[in-house]
């Protein structure tokens, strides 16, 4: 079967950096997804990896390892607006969207 | 750009009746639109992925007769709940996918529907 899993929730501090792990197993791989989202709204786009590496984005920053299935979030200087849950999806052979549980993230002053 | 709106936002009804949520890509013609159902606390679940034109493809476990959704044209997909029921009650997000291969899913804002 195919599988996403991330930590169900994180804890961090105001100004600190976090990184959000993500591992996956799908039916191939055409990309994988960050998401952020706030509660009861919809998933706003952050980030999209398909080569191994890493992609910057101002305080975001998203890695990827193809060979070992795993992916992770870093966001650096912690803002407490950052607090929502970040979800990993990755995009199977069949351009389908598998999606993680989220990892809810709290930030405290 | 990229702007994908839905209607309504939130919506209460009553037990059999049925509601439409229409899911509109307002600057960019969207070939393939999703629908998904996101309980409390809970990920996303991808309903049905319906392309302009065609018949919509349901996930398993989702009732197309209870589920109907159109995409009548690259710009509008409407989902509509027929009879429903209280445990129908959630939040329905529905996304876009443009024509230029974007690898990027447009969210809309979503719709909560609460059925009494």
């Known amino acids: 079967g195919q599988n996403i899993d991330q930590p169900t929730e994180m804890t961090a501090t105001e100004g600190a950096i976090v990184q959000i792990n993500c591992t996956y197993q799908?039916?191939?791989?055409?990309?994988l997804f960050w998401y952020q989202q706030h509660a009861g709204e919809a998933p706003t786009f952050l980030s999209y990896?398909?080569l191994d590496g890493l992609e910057e984005k101002g305080r975001f920053s998203s890695f990827l390892s193809r060979s070992k299935g795993y992916s992770y979030l870093l966001l650096k200087e912690l803002q407490m607006k950052d607090s929502a849950s970040y979800l990993c999806?990755?995009?199977?052979?069949?351009?389908?969207?598998?999606w993680g549980a989220g990892t809810k993230l709290i930030i405290k002053p | 750009g990229a702007v994908v709106s839905q209607h309504p936002s939130w919506v209460i009804c009553k037990s059999g009746t049925s509601v439409k949520i229409e899911c509109r890509s307002l600057?960019?013609?969207?070939?393939?639109m999703f629908w998904y159902r996101q309980f409390p606390k809970q990920s996303l679940m991808l309903m049905a992925t319906?392309?302009?034109?065609?018949?919509?493809?349901?996930e398993q476990g989702v009732e197309k007769d209870k589920f109907l959704i159109n995409h009548a044209s690259l710009t509008l997909s409407t989902l509509t709940v027929t009879s429903a029921h209280p445990e129908d009650s959630s939040f329905y997000i529905c996304?876009?996918?443009?024509?230029?291969?974007?690898?990027?899913?447009?969210f809309g804002p979503g719709t909560r529907l609460t059925v009494t």
């Open positions: 996304s876009a996918s443009g024509t230029s291969d974007t690898y990027e899913q447009y």
């Open positions: 600057d960019f013609q969207a070939t393939t």
């Open positions: 319906s392309n302009e034109g065609s018949k919509a493809t349901y």
């Open positions: 799908t039916s191939g791989f055409n990309g």
């Open positions: 990896n398909v």
């Open positions: 999806a990755v995009r199977d052979r069949d351009y389908q969207l598998i």
